[in-house]
């Protein structure tokens, strides 16, 4: 009876600890150093991760990466759909070991015959109506939403913990296209974003932009002005419903 019923302890306490990944988090020590120069932002939403790295003090953009991860247990798994970092990577998956201590993420790995121990700290966990994974999938022009299916080239948002970051890229061709990221809120249909690390512009740190939004049929439709001053309507579905893979 004790055997029987320990394997449904054992699998809630699988499920509770995997959900405690997601949110945001922030890397505070790599291989045994602090991490004082550099500030990189992790989130975890929806079986997807994105993080994107800039130079602190400066605003210098340093790079990106992400895509889908499983957590079993301690073993934890990574394929990346974008790595800015080194762009070859993409497509692969790398196993971690993956510890809790103290409410931090312990990553550690072999890595090419070199050991990778990282220290993450959350620093979000909030929930909202946009809390999830996002993918574009329409646009409304002239009156009408002209529909797209995502498929190797498409623009992933992630939502979580506060914070937010959209990437665009091809996963087929590794070609990446630019990411932006930082803080957000979400209250009575009001959305409002601060940037704090652009890709293309890192003057752009810093702005604050405002959006009505709406969540309908499951699906988030996004309207304002873009960061260029141009009207937009756009739509975003949950990913694993609308995105694709090519077979």
């Known amino acids: 009876m004790k055997k029987i019923l320990l394997l449904p302890l054992l699998f809630l ?73 080194i762009p070859e990577e993409v497509g692969s998956t790398t196993v971690y070991n993956l510890d809790m201590a103290d409410g931090k993420i312990v990553i550690s790995a072999e890595i090419k015959g070199k050991t990778l121990v990282e220290i993450w700290e959350k620093v979000g966990d909030r929930k909202d109506a946009l809390t999830a994974n996002w993918v574009f999938t329409g646009r409304k022009a002239e009156g009408e939403i002209k529909r797209s299916t995502p498929g190797d080239r498409r623009t992933v948002k992630i939502l979580s913990g506060g914070r937010f970051q959209w990437i665009a890229f091809n996963s087929a061709t590794k070609e ?25 512009d890192d003057s752009r740190v810093g702005a604050k932009l405002g959006f009505d939004f709406e969540v309908i049929d499951g699906e988030w439709h996004h309207s304002g002005l873009s960061s260029t001053g141009n009207p937009i309507y756009e739509v975003w579905s949950r990913y694993k419903e609308a995105y694709k893979p090519a077979k």
């Open 13 to 85: 306490t699988g499920i509770l600890f995997a959900q405690n990944i997601e949110g945001a988090w922030k890397m505070t020590r790599q291989n045994g150093q602090p991490v004082m120069d550099k500030e990189y932002v992790k989130i975890y939403q929806d079986g997807y991760f994105a993080f994107g790295a800039k130079e602190v003090g400066t605003n210098k953009f340093l790079g990106a990466g992400g895509g889908e991860f499983t957590l079993e247990g301690n073993k934890y798994q990574e394929t990346m759909d974008f790595f800015t970092l």
């Open 176 to 200: 990446f296209m630019g990411t932006g990221g930082g803080s957000y809120s979400a209250v009575n249909g009001k959305y409002e974003e601060t940037i704090e690390f652009f890709s293309r």
